[in-house]
């Protein structure tokens, strides 16, 4: 049937959007059931997608907007770049991991599967998972010291994974010989596969039971639906043009701030996001490549639209980007880019910043704005290696409307925690505090939400940990008037009672058995003054200990009595 003669109405149209969606989560599903990293079955730091027949996306499961905004971008690359459309067969699995081949760090791997009904390509489904290891010269993979992406681990060019559905064992064998958890890292990506084959049979269904060309017609129709509510909304924002700069700490081996610079123009229904004056690219690992900076900076202004815009593809169309190339947002090959996630948090809260002065009551204060990664490294009994992988989170921003969530992950990387009681059973660690940080909110009308502490104790005869921090000088900022949220901080405590404050940074750092690692994560900025703070929500705060009596009276003047209204 001719696509560009098919017209269905909305009704089918948004029964076969929620079908696609439908589709989307059966393939996380499928991987959250079978994968065996805590990274991925804990953590849920994965996604899936399903994709049109020219790789543009259509639907996507609720997982990582990070991962989200641009698998269509890393597969869009593959065809055009290294195998196209014509080479793809049934049964086919790409795999990728490459950041210069539109994908995001090497610890996640995407994968994509053609899905074909009687002979015609209808659609293709993906599956991104972070792995524990990647290999490099760091257990987990974060190697602080990197100055080329070579040294963070293998890097895997688009390639055919299975062809006609048979596995190619060379190329699986090579990557689980270069890991440090060949195990967890064989079960995550047999997971991927099989999510392929759930979605590749769902949306085959799909397209029997309404036809190849409704199917067709409706994917198209669903982006160009998505476009025109993005357009919409746009253009009920006043126009203008609005400039924000956000400074990162630093790249982990300099003491050298990095700047990100944004300009948002609002003009009619589109809008331009201006990277200009942006930071070159920086020697340590922070850098984010094109496909990486887009992801973020889509995250932040849907995020700020908001509204029920389904997420694909046509969202995006709207959307003007300018990044310098050879910038810390547009790095060039072979930039090391392991802790991409310290740069991309803040090109979001830069662009809330901007876009706070268009639309000042739907943005909140600055939240962490930091993926909170670190790894440990120790051995099994029986000498294997072990990586204990995880992922704190802080306090969101105070906004217009109430208080900032508390140890709320940020929806640009939608993470959970992974239960201590689990962790402990797995890993040699005794968890000593997991808690909320009292007075880590920035002070405001609204105050913002709490970051929390993470303690624990090593156990085994010795480790060595690598952390990717942020916000140890630079806190989450206030808006109208509101004090900023609190810094981060890691201090490690040895056995023999000395301690030590920590680098934001650190990779390889031994440890030895009963030595304790202190995390504590940044609260969010408050929103407005805090002298207009009711009284009734500053008691409430001091009963439940999220407000010490110190602070509330440095912070607010004389805490409430109990009959004040």
Known sequence: MNQAMTRIDPVRQEVIRNALVTAAEEMSLTIWRTARSTVVREILDYSTAVFDANGHNVAQSARIPVHLNSMSDCLRHILDHAIPLADWQDGDVIVTNDPYSGGQHLHDIQTFRAVFLDGERIGIVGTLCHHVDIGGGAAGSYLATAVEVFQEGIRIPPLFLARGGVL???????????????????????????????????????????????????????????????????????????????????????????????????????????????????????????????????????????????????????????????????????????????????????????????????????????????????????????????????????????????????????????PIEMVEARYPVTFLRYALLPDSGGAGTHRGGLGLVREWRLEAAEGTLSTSFERFRIPPHGLEGGRPGSLSRTTLRRADGSTEALRSKVSGLPLRQGDVVTIETSGGGGHGDPAARDPAALRRDLELGFVTAAAAARDYGTPPKENEA
Not at 288 to 316: E, K, V
Request: proline share 5%.
């Open 168 to 418: 190619n064992d060379g190329v699986f064998e090579m990557l689980l010989h270069n890991v440090r958890q060949p195990d967890e890292t064989r079960g995550d990506l047999k997971a991927q596969i099989a999510a392929l084959g759930i979605g590749e049979a769902a949306v085959a269904r799909i397209a029997r039971k309404y036809g190849a060309g409704n199917l067709a017609a409706a994917m198209a129709q669903i982006q160009d639906s998505s476009e025109r509510m993005v357009r919409a909304a746009l253009a009920a924002l006043p126009d203008g043009e609005s400039r924000f700069e956000e400074l990162v700490d630093d790249d982990g081996q300099s003491d050298e701030p990095i700047r990100l610079a944004v300009t948002v123009i609002k003009q009619g229904e589109g809008i331009t996001l201006d990277f200009s004056g942006s930071s070159p690219q920086v020697r340590g690992p922070v850098n984010n490549t094109r496909a990486m900076t887009a992801s973020a900076a889509y995250y932040a202004l849907l995020a700020a639209l908001g509204g029920d815009i389904p997420a694909n593809s046509g969202c995006y169309r709207a959307v003007t980007l300018r990044l310098p190339p050879g910038s810390v947002v547009d790095a060039r090959f072979p930039a090391p880019v392991a802790s991409r996630m310290v740069v991309n948090h803040r090109i979001a809260i830069a662009v809330f910043g901007a876009l706070a002065r268009l639309m000042p009551d739907r943005i909140p204060a600055a939240y962490y704005a930091i993926s909170y990664v670190y790894a440990l490294s120790t051995f099994r009994p029986d000498g294997r290696r072990q990586v204990y992988f995880d992922i704190e989170v802080g306090g969101w921003g105070g906004h217009a409307r109430g208080d900032g969530a508390s140890a709320l992950s940020c929806g640009l990387h939608n993470n959970t925690n992974a």
